[in-house]
């Protein structure tokens, strides 16, 4: 029953106050609802080029400098993420420009695929941007699996990490330290490109506040509070905290693909890629989930998500070049990889990183292989 609930206000589109149904929108946002950014609770799709809007990517912004809670700090007027909508009458922040340079490369065997590098501009802001602004754009990922990789003990992560590359294999994974809102300190971080949110409620809490501009108990203070867009409603929070636990609760129970054509020859032949390139030093196939007397569903389970949820030093190429808590400018976290070979069926798309740079064939062996 809480699911259902869940399912239907993930697909619930919010609107302006006041409104009989679903109000509080804005005044400033990205989307209007969960699902218009994770549809079919799957992978977004970046801009395809520069007049398209932004619908499922969204632009962390900060300033050099640390904030009280250890995060990103605030840019002046803007917040730690950019609302390139708003609602009517009310100035949005800033649109998005992005242009990209596309190049084609060639695996050994022969098969191509293609890395676009994108560059970013923020343009008709409403108030001047100070200097020094640090831009992350995020793609949505899937929502799927989220409850299991909550429950797995934080030593299951930590036995991975390897921060100063101890064991000279060449990886230095490490864990992020973010602020858990409800705690009050910080504490592991699992969730978000850069491991930055500990929870999948405050993961959901925070997607409302800043995505769709939607108060609630743990976040009740809209993302526009001291600009000039900010309503002065006495409405928050926005939404009942029923509403938000049934939304992160169904978030928690969406069910992983089930694995596909283990047995085919294309697929052995991507699974083979994938061992011998040593992917699964970081995309680790397998995980055990703790003990949850609370949440027996996702308790003591061998799961399979390929990841070790730690971040890893990508490199210059992939840098955001903006620090997230403990993780630096070119340190992402591990994306799972469960489900990530439906993409194509799901969401009609194969682009994938953080910002969507990368495309693959859809009948790539790499990919097939999950």
């Known amino acids: 029953m809480i699911h259902e609930m869940g399912d239907k206000a993930f697909e ?94 060639s695996f050994p065997d022969g098969e191509t695929y293609s890395l676009r590098t994108p560059t970013y501009q923020l343009a008709n802001s409403y108030i001047p941007l100070p200097a020094g602004v640090m831009l992350s754009p995020r793609m949505a990922p899937p929502v799927f699996g989220l409850g299991l990789l909550e429950a797995v003990d934080e030593s299951e992560i930590l036995k991975f990490a390897d921060e100063n590359d101890a064991n000279g294999d060449g990886i230095s994974g490490k864990p992020n330290y973010v602020w858990n809102v409800l705690a009050g300190t910080r504490t592991l971080g699992r969730f978000g490109w850069k491991a930055n949110n500990p929870t999948v409620l405050q993961q959901t809490a925070g997607a409302y506040n800043e995505d769709m501009g939607i108060t609630s108990y743990v976040f009740p203070a809209e993302s526009s509070k001291g600009q000039t867009q900010y309503d002065n409603r006495n409405d928050d929070p926005e939404i009942p905290d029923s509403v938000l636990r049934a939304v992160s609760f169904y978030v928690q129970t969406l069910a992983v693909p089930v694995r596909r054509s283990a047995d085919d020859a294309t697929v052995l032949q991507g699974k083979k890629l994938f061992n011998d390139a040593k992917c699964g030093s970081c995309h680790r196939p397998a995980m055990q989930t703790g003990v949850r007397v609370d949440f027996p569903e996702v308790s003591n389970q061998r799961i399979f998500p390929y990841t070790d949820l730690l971040l890893h030093d990508m490199g210059e190429g992939l840098a955001d070049h903006r620090p997230d808590f403990d993780a630096n400018g070119n340190e992402w976290r591990t994306a799972p990889l469960w489900g990530i070979g439906l993409t194509q069926k799901v969401n009609g798309h194969n682009f994938y990183l953080h910002d969507g740079r990368s495309t693959f064939a859809a009948g790539s062996n790499f990919m097939a292989w999950r």
Not at 19 to 33: E, K, R
Not at 52 to 81: K, T
């Open 12 to 105: 619930a589109t919010f609107v302006s106050a006041p409104a009989p149904l679903n109000p509080g929108l804005g005044p400033i946002f990205n989307n209007v609802s969960c699902a218009s950014c994770h549809i079919a609770d799957g992978r977004g799709k970046p801009p395809l080029n520069s007049s398209e809007p932004l619908s499922a990517m969204l632009i962390r912004v900060s300033i050099p400098g640390v904030a009280s809670n250890g995060g990103p700090l605030a840019v002046p007027g803007f917040g730690v993420q950019l609302q390139q909508r708003s609602i009517n009458g009310v100035a949005k922040e800033a649109d998005v420009i992005i242009n990209y340079s596309e190049q084609t490369f």
